[in-house]
């Protein structure tokens, strides 16, 4: 099994400083680097200090600049925010400045309220139509000069500039229903999932889908198939209540942007309140520690065993919580010395 990390620029209130922010930000991901991560994922979210990463392509470029050997992930960039020869040469050119190590993610964006802003009209729900077309274009203005006459976009004769520097840019798709893992297995992209914080069984069911998809497509998929969860390797009691306590905040504001539930002051979204996630099977402390990749590094071993036999090639590590600076670091180091060496 592989391992990969995505950690977002992440601002809980409005007393953190933000350049506290970005250097712990590279810390971790310089602490990715050098123990042998795969891939590192950067996010594209708008007006929201939770998640700040309104151009994931300038992120991946940052982090390019101060890492020697992991690879840079765009995970995900939205298809429908962006014009397909915009797209194509910012991925290109930082594939460019990073000597190769692009990996390039799309997907059809999580929450209504940044639709609302960044393409007002468009319901989330019908968003994958502009991946869907956007996915196979931005392979062609790779190859060379192309015409388009789509539904979203149209445009004469155009290239991307620069081209990348990878005769091949491995292509992910962010997929959880039927149809988007049949489109990404018919055209031979890898795969990255997050069942958010749903039990094991949420796993099982997309790599049903998976493997519902590559039967039907029959054209010999050897992509690779990634699965996401929020993790915390936890030693200590006081570390333990401090990722719990963490968690089930971001998940309070998480499910105000799913829902529409509350306000977003000044990019800080609302929480929900603690009587609704009571509520909440989960939100749920005891299920949250059985769900997530959360637990003392045996137990964070043991649950990666059960996503390995699942058939899932590579592990997502999502850093980002509301979890204080040194805890992310020691949590991440643990995984590191103790959790990683029983799978290499």
Known sequence: ??????????????????????DHVLDMVQMADRAGFEIVWAAEHHALEMTIAPN????????????????LGCGVANAAYWHPINLAGEAAMVDLLSNGRLDLGLGSGAYQREFDRMKPGLAQSDSWRYMQEMLPLVRKLWQGDVTHEGTYWQFPSATSCP???QGEVPMWVAARSPITFDY??????????????MPFSEAEKYKAQLDEAIEAAGNGWDGKFAMMRHTAVYE????RAA???AIRSVLGRFGNLMTKTGAVHNGFPEAVSAEDLEGNVRVDPEMLEENLMFGSPEQVIAKL???????????????????????????????????MPEFT
């Not at 099994?1 to 970005?22: G, H, S, W």
């Not at 994931?56 to 690879?71: K, L, V, Y």
């Not at 058939?311 to 670091?329: H, N, T």
């Open 1 to 22: 099994m592989k391992f990969q990390i995505a950690i977002n620029l992440e601002r809980m209130d409005a007393e953190t400083d933000m350049r506290d922010v970005r």
């Open 56 to 71: 994931p392509f300038q992120i991946m470029t940052w982090w390019a600049d101060h890492t020697e050997s992991i690879r």
């Open 163 to 165: 081209k990348p520097l």
């Open 184 to 197: 990404a297995v018919a055209n031979h992209c890898n795969i990255m999932s997050w069942p958010f914080s």
């Open 236 to 239: 200590t009691p006081e570390d």
């Open 243 to 245: 990722a719990m306590h």
């Open 305 to 339: 065993r059960r996503y390995e036999a699942l058939g899932v090639d590579a592990f997502i590590y999502y850093a980002s919580m509301g979890l204080g600076m040194a805890e992310q670091k020691r949590s991440l180091q643990s995984f590191i010395d103790h959790v």
